[in-house]
């Protein structure tokens, strides 16, 4: 399966939230490839930083829309799981993936700026649909507020339903230190140590959710 990870709006967790989904997967087993697609080569960063920690995971980095878009069709098949951190901005990079996308996970804060910018995004799911394919767009809130009491959830679920284009998806990441510091080392949280009991869970339920979407 193809995912895209991406957002036009910066620093909402693209970035983090890829390399999560893909060292998940490489965990479970599956042979994955992740594509930083952001000229700021975050991911690409990351899993040079990770060294040859097992699983291994094969990363690449195309900034440029027609070579993302040329070389996902030529080695896609080589893959079982593709995940794809498409960078900030409206960038040649995310419509090109968008086009050869099986699943698009937009993360977003519970911030106002944040719920603005799926407007365009919700512009972008509706051009690459235009194009054919059969793109399933998602909402994930990330960074969340930790509080159980917190409304941030209720928000963003009336925030997103004002967009059709996307569906929110019941899992979200919190805001928790674990996830900057795996980031960081090129780890996952389900690696990662001290371990993070939540962090981990939070992560599980996306990934089996997204994986197992009907
Ligand atoms: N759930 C989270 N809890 C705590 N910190 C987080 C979480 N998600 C992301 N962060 C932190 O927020 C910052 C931005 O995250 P990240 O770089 O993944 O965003 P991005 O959308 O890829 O940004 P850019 O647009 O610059 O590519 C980083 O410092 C990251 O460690
Ligand atoms: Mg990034």
Redesign the pocket.
Known sequence: MIVTVG?TK???????VALNIAIARALAGRDVWLIDG?R?G?AQMAISIRGDRVPGIACSTYPDGQVLRGQLQQQAKKYEDIVIDA??RDSTALRAALTLTDVLVVPFQPRSFDVWALAQIASLVDEAREVGGNLRAFAML??ADPGETSTDNAEAAEAVADYPQVALLPTP?????A??NA?GQGLSVLEFKPADPKARDELTALVDMLFNLN
């Open positions: 957002n910066g620093g909402v967790g693209k970035t983090t952001d700021q975050t960078g900030g990330n960074c990441l919190r805001r928790r230190k996830y900057a980031a």
